[in-house]
C-alpha cells in the first residue's frame, strides 16, 4: 500500500493551497481517508476525514471553516483544500486510510500512513 501526498509548499498567510494524496494498493473505497499533521515540536494532530464515500466529513478545530476534505474515488485520491492560511498552519501534513472513520479522531491507530508533504505559511 502506498499513499503519496503532494502539494505542500511555501505560501503566504491568508494564501490558499490544494494537498492531494494518491492511494494504490488498497480498496480505496472501502476505507475512509483523512490527514494529519505534525509541527516541528508538536504533537500529532488531526485535521480531516472523510467517510469512504464522501457522504461524511469531520474537521478538527484548527480546520473548521477554513479546509476543505473531498475525495474522487475514480482517482484514488484524496484531496485537501486549505483557504485562509495562517502561520500556525505550518506543518508537515500526512494523509492516512482506515477502515474505520471514527479512529481518525478518537486517536486510534490508522490502518495505512502515507509520507507526509511541507507546508510552510509565512507571516
Known amino acids: 500500500v502506498q499513499l503519496q501526498a503532494s502539494g505542500g509548499g511555501l505560501v503566504q498567510a491568508g494564501d490558499s493551497l490544494r494537498l492531494s494524496c494518491a492511494a494504490s494498493g488498497l480498496t480505496f473505497s472501502s476505507y475512509s481517508m483523512g490527514w494529519f499533521r505534525q509541527a516541528p515540536g508538536k504533537e500529532r494532530q488531526f485535521v480531516a476525514v472523510?467517510?469512504?464515500?464522501?457522504?461524511?466529513?469531520f474537521y478538527g478545530d484548527s480546520a473548521k471553516g477554513r479546509f476543505t476534505i473531498s475525495r474522487d474515488n475514480a482517482k484514488n485520491t484524496v484531496y485537501l483544500q486549505m483557504n485562509s492560511l495562517k502561520p500556525e498552519d505550518t506543518a508537515v501534513y500526512y494523509c492516512?486510510?482506515?477502515?474505520?472513520?471514527?479512529?481518525?479522531?478518537?486517536?486510534?491507530?490508522?490502518?495505512?500512513w502515507g509520507k507526509g508533504t511541507l507546508v510552510t505559511v509565512s507571516s
Open positions: 472523510i467517510n469512504w464515500n464522501g457522504g461524511s466529513t
Open positions: 492516512a486510510a482506515d477502515t474505520y472513520l471514527n479512529n481518525f479522531y478518537l486517536g486510534r491507530g490508522m490502518d495505512y
